[in-house]
């Protein structure tokens, strides 16, 4: 016993750690313990003495395992120390610490602070820096602020679902463990969030001289609709970043394009052009939305943009999937003058006649920005797409070989299916609205439209994993990855498609090798 009382006196007498002592882990489903903030949880324990213990120099192995054979002994400390690991915390306190870490973060941004729902007390405690991810982790994770939906109910073991953040990846993000019904956010400081992030667009916007680079970083988020339009012939190299230079330069190229028009779409009749024309003039009506295509108007605008460019690019000319690449442009450029709730039913009839001419011109050249980063998919044989078809085949295979063995099984050729996202850009495999935001992101990531949209491509394949490796026939399978159940998709769905691909696109942006530039 004499031998106990002194390992006794020796575990509480060392601050030292020892084998098998109990250690505090915090991890992504639990917030840093704040002795502060939690100190209701502790219970009253005795106070450690302060002042340090010189440790006896141990001489011999037999007097080192007498000091530490006692500790795997759940002693009065462990007791201590294993109720406070078990017990859990309460929502009202994991809440309390979502909104601080949430409040800290928007402190930092810039931002205004978020305001608690109407159930939270929130109480006076110590600011704390919210943690920042190390350099080398790229996970991207979305901001309990923005969501829309609530979350269904989940035990304490399960893993905290994926949240949504308008955070640019390269800058850091913060993921909190434990939040509870994001619904408790109130829609007032969604609405604040939004409206800052709108002032920041506008004041860089207005600048004599706008950072494109800070342009772009601000973008990959998404960009607010007021200021979409401009963004856009910025990202897209139409306009120049000077703001004095705009105007001028607006309205030489509104000017020089009808001049083409005047020059040459008179000859779309002619014997070395009506096929061409012919071919405009039937893809149209078979492109969506088509509440907004077949307005007269609408077509008439389309069939010289795309007319006119093919004149202008005899290397390519006119192939179909190039219609499509027109319509995001249009909508965006014309939704400046309207009030639309959904894209899909913009009206064009009460828009001034000039300010048409100047949408189509506008249209035009951004749609020809985009093209000529990727003309090569339309050349003869589409080289472009061949290629990228085949990237993504190799990517996939690393990616999840699981899927891409499955495809295989069954002789389901790439080509077969992803031909079109790359022709069209997915424009025909997502609602016209989540085109929008996904060219948002396009446009500010360098080559968007071509290497980045190859891991988005990668990214929305094993998206539909599950549903995939259910199929066990060629027909079925084919069909479903020809008609994928996206009508409902939103923003929000497009923005974790982009978090995805994201983090593929540095994980493997060694491969494939062999077919870089």
Not at 148 to 154: D, I
Not at 383 to 388: E, R, T, V
Not at 440 to 467: I, M, N
Request: net charge negative; aromatic share 10%.
């Amino acid at each position: 016993m004499a031998s106990d009382g002194a390992r006794k006196q020796f575990w509480k007498r060392s601050n030292s750690k020892l084998p098998g002592s109990i250690q505090h882990v915090y991890g992504a489903q639990h917030p840093p313990f704040d002795p502060l903030l939690h100190g209701t949880l502790l219970r009253s324990t005795a106070k450690m003495p302060t002042t340090p213990v010189k440790a006896k120099r141990v001489s011999t192995f037999q007097e080192f395992e007498s000091n530490t054979s006692d500790a795997w002994d759940a002693g009065e400390d462990d007791d201590e120390l294993l109720a406070m690991a078990a017990e859990s915390l309460n929502s009202e306190v994991v809440m309390e610490t979502a909104n601080r870490v949430l409040r800290n973060h928007s402190q930092r941004q810039g931002r205004p602070t978020l305001q608690e729902g109407p159930g939270l007390q929130q109480k006076p405690r110590p600011e704390a820096e919210p943690p920042s991810p190390p350099s080398g982790d790229l996970r991207l994770v979305k901001s309990v602020s923005e969501s829309h939906t609530s979350c269904p109910a989940e035990s304490a073991s399960n893993a905290a679902p994926l949240q949504r953040s308008q955070s640019l990846p390269h800058s850091a993000t913060v993921t909190l463990g434990g939040a509870s019904d994001p619904s408790t956010l109130s829609s007032s400081a969604l609405s604040e969030r939004e409206a800052s992030r709108l002032d920041k667009f506008k004041q860089l916007l207005a600048g004599p001289n706008t950072d494109l680079e800070e342009l772009r970083r601000l973008s990959w988020s998404g960009i607010p609709k007021p200021v979409r339009p401009m963004t856009w012939k910025l990202l897209s190299g139409y306009l120049p970043a000077n703001v004095d230079r705009r105007p001028a330069t607006l309205q030489r190229k509104q000017k020089e394009y009808f001049a083409f028009i005047e020059h040459y779409y008179d000859s779309r009749n002619d014997e070395v052009h009506q096929d061409t024309y012919r071919q405009i003039h039937i893809d149209i009506p078979r492109m969506s939305p088509e509440a907004l295509i077949l307005q007269p108007k609408v077509t008439e605008i389309f069939e010289r943009i795309l007319f006119i460019w093919a004149i202008r690019h005899p290397a390519s000319g006119y192939v179909q999937g190039i219609n499509d690449l027109v319509t995001p442009f249009f909508v965006v450029f014309i939704c400046e003058y309207i009030e639309a709730e959904e894209v899909d039913t913009v009206d064009v009839s009460g828009v001034p006649a000039e300010v048409l001419r100047n949408i189509e011109a506008d249209t035009y050249w951004c749609m020809s920005k985009l093209l000529d980063g990727i003309q090569d998919n339309y050349t003869f044989a589409q080289p472009g797409i061949q290629m990228k078809v085949k990237m993504l085949e190799e990517l996939v295979s690393r990616i999840d070989e699981q899927v891409h063995r499955h495809l295989d099984q069954h002789e389901v050729r790439y080509l077969q299916f992803a031909f079109r996202w790359m022709n069209n850009l997915l424009m025909r495999e997502v609602p016209l609205r989540c085109t929008i935001r996904l060219w948002d992101t396009y446009q500010s990531e360098p080559d968007g439209f071509s290497h980045f949209h190859l891991y988005v491509c990668a990214a929305f394949l094993v998206r539909w994993r599950k549903e995939i490796l259910e199929e066990k026939d060629f027909q079925e399978l084919l069909l479903f990855l020809q008609n994928l159940p996206t009508a409902h998709w939103d923003d929000e769905d497009i923005s974790l498609l982009l978090a995805e691909a994201y983090r593929l696109k540095f994980a493997f942006a060694d491969a494939p090798n062999h077919y870089k530039k």
